[in-house]
Nanobody, 122 residues
Framework: VQLQAFGGGLVQDGDSLRLSCAAS????????MGWFRQVSGKEREFVAA????????YYQDSVKGRFTISRDSAKSTVYLQMNSLKPEDTAVYYC????????????????WGQGTQVTVSS
């Protein structure tokens, strides 16, 4: 499956953005879709994930209450609604698929989108 992420941009502190990630093929109920982010020179870090079948969600502590991951099974699309954005949220955001269950490490994910830049100015 190919993943294509889009929706990034330049926003101000406190603004909102919604990222989308469309999959070209079927996402099975056992799969997990995740969002990661990466700042230049740092490791790619887990942001949020959703179990495709049951819809259970998981978040990094720093984004809990501000970000919401969701899915549209009919469109094979996963979303990341980001509210109350902060400058420290600035990063390239990637969507990814884990075919083997929930993972919190980038190495556990099998398929990756190309990344979309989110920049939050203060």
């Amino acid at each position: 499956v190919q993943l294509q992420a889009f929706g990034g941009g330049l926003v101000q502190d406190g603004d909102s953005l919604r990222l989308s990630c469309a999959a070209s093929g079927r996402i099975f109920s056992s799969h997990v879709m995740g969002w990661f982010r990466q700042v230049s020179g740092k490791e790619r870090e887990f942001v949020a994930a959703i179990r495709w079948g049951v819809g259970r969600t998981y978040y990094q502590d720093s984004v809990k209450g501000r970000f919401t991951i969701s899915r549209d099974s009919a469109k094979s699309t996963v979303y990341l609604q980001m509210n109350s954005l902060k400058p420290e949220d600035t990063a390239v955001y990637y969507c990814a698929r884990d075919r083997n269950g929930l993972g919190y490490q980038a190495a556990e994910y099998d398929d990756w989108g190309q990344g979309t830049q989110v920049t939050v100015s203060s």
